[in-house]
C-alpha cells in the first residue's frame, strides 16, 4: 500500500512504540526512505520523546504553540487527501 504524508502522521506514534503489524511498518518505513517532510516530522516526534523522557522543563518562547499549530494546519493543507505521495 502506498501512503501518503497524512497517514504516515498517523503511525508515527505506533511506529515509534512498535505496535505497528510488519506491512504498515514496512509501508511507512518506504515512504519515509522518499519523504523529507515526514522523517523529519518522525526525528522531531522522536527528539520531543526523549527530551520529555527525563522529566525536564523547557520554556518556550512566546506565541511559539500559536505558530506550530498554525504551521501544522497549513501543511496539513497543503496535502490532497486522496493523492499518495510520489515515490523518489
Not at 520529555?52 to 520554556?59: G, I, K, M, P, S
Not at 500559536?66 to 501543511?75: G, I, P, V, W
Request: glycine residues 2%; proline residues 3%.
Amino acid at each position: 500500500m502506498v501512503l501518503n504524508c497524512r497517514h504516515v502522521w498517523d503511525y508515527i506514534s505506533g511506529y515509534l512504540d512498535n505496535t505497528l503489524d510488519a506491512q504498515t511498518r514496512a509501508d511507512v518505513e518506504k515512504h519515509l526512505e522518499h519523504c523529507e517532510i515526514c522523517s523529519a516530522v518522525l526525528d522531531s516526534t522522536r527528539n520531543i520523546l526523549i527530551l520529555t523522557a527525563d522529566d525536564r522543563v523547557f520554556e518556550l518562547p512566546v506565541g511559539y504553540s500559536e505558530r506550530l499549530h498554525a504551521r501544522l494546519a497549513q501543511a496539513m493543507l497543503e496535502i490532497p487527501l486522496d493523492e499518495p505521495e510520489s515515490s523518489a
